[in-house]
C-alpha cells in the first residue's frame, strides 16, 4: 500500500510517515499544496493523508483536484478543524473520510487500510499461491493451513510478490511498493537501519524462505508490529 502524508507540521509528518512505514506501508510526506501536487503527479497513490490548512495550495483545493483525477487516490482528511460543520464541508469537497486532531494513531492506521480496501480497483482481502494464504485484512500469514510468523517487510514483501503473481515482479518494483524507494521516487525521510529494513534481498529471501517449510508449532500467525509511544496519542500541532 502507497500513501502520501500532506502535512505541513513536518515534526508531525516525520512522525507519521515513520509509523506508517513500521505498519508496513510506503510512504512519501509533502509539506505544503504544491510539493503535494508534483508528487501525485510522479506517482500513484493508494491513499492521501491531507491536511486542510496548507500553504502553497490549500488542502481543499487538493482535495478536489485529486478527486477530479481518474485514477484518484482515497483521501482522508487529517486536521484541526474538527466541528461537525468542518466535516461536512470537507465529505463535501470529495473526501473519502475525515479525522480530526487530536487522534489516536490505531485509528488512523485502520481507517488508511479500510480506505485502501475501498479503491475501485483494489483486489480481494485473501491472496493466495502455492498453498499460501495472505489476509490482507487480519495481517495473517498462513502456508498449508499452518499459520507463519513474519516481520512487518517480510510481510509487504510477500504481499508484493503475491500481488505480483503471474507477472514478473522487478527488485524496483519490490522496492517501491514495500520500501517507497523505487528509482522515480523519493526515499524515506529516515534511512533504515540494518535491524528494522533489511535489504530487498534478504527480506525476500527470508519470506520465501518462510513461506516453502512448516512454521515452528509456536507461531503465532499475527506480524509483530514495532511498539510506537509517540503514536498512541497525537495532539493537534
Known amino acids: 500500500m502507497r500513501v502520501l502524508v500532506v502535512e ?34 510522479l ?32 483521501v482522508l482528511m487529517l486536521t484541526a478543524a474538527g466541528t461537525p460543520g468542518d466535516r461536512v464541508s470537507g465529505l463535501g469537497l470529495g473526501a473519502d473520510d475525515y479525522l480530526g486532531k487530536p487522534f489516536h494513531f490505531a485509528e488512523l492506521v485502520l481507517r488508511i487500510r479500510a480506505l485502501a480496501r475501498r ?14 494464504e495472505l489476509d490482507q485484512i ?19 514483501v510477500l504481499e508484493a510478490l503475491l500481488l505480483a503473481t503471474p507477472a514478473f515482479l522487478r527488485a524496483e518494483d519490490l522496492l517501491e ?4 524507494s523505487g528509482s522515480g521516487t523519493s526515499r524515506p525521510t529516515r534511512s533504515p537501519t540494518p535491524s528494522r529494513s533489511p535489504s530487498a534481498g534478504s527480506a525476500a529471501s527470508s ?24 503514536l498512541t496519542h497525537i495532539a493537534s500541532d
Open 8 to 41: 505541513d507540521s513536518r515534526s508531525l509528518a516525520e512522525v507519521l510517515a515513520e509509523g506508517l512505514r513500521d505498519q508496513g506501508m510506503a510512504v512519501d510526506a509533502a509539506h505544503d499544496g504544491l510539493e503535494a501536487a508534483a508528487k501525485l503527479d
Open 43 to 74: 506517482n500513484a497513490y493508494d491513499v492521501v493523508v491531507l491536511d486542510r490548512d496548507l500553504p502553497g495550495i490549500h488542502g481543499d483545493a487538493l482535495c478536489q483536484m485529486i478527486t477530479d483525477r481518474e485514477d484518484r487516490s482515497m
Open 119 to 132: 479503491q475501485p480497483a483494489a483486489r480481494g482481502r485473501i491472496l493466495r499461491a502455492a498453498g499460501v
Open 138 to 156: 487480519r495481517r495473517a500469514v498462513s502456508r498449508d493451513g499452518r499459520q507463519l510468523d513474519l516481520s512487518v517487510k517480510e510481510f509487504g
Open 177 to 180: 511498493r514495500v520500501w517507497g
Open 207 to 230: 519470506a520465501i524462505r518462510r513461506s516453502s517449510r512448516p512454521p515452528p508449532a509456536s507461531a503465532t500467525g499475527s506480524c509483530r508490529q514495532p511498539a510506537n509511544q509517540q
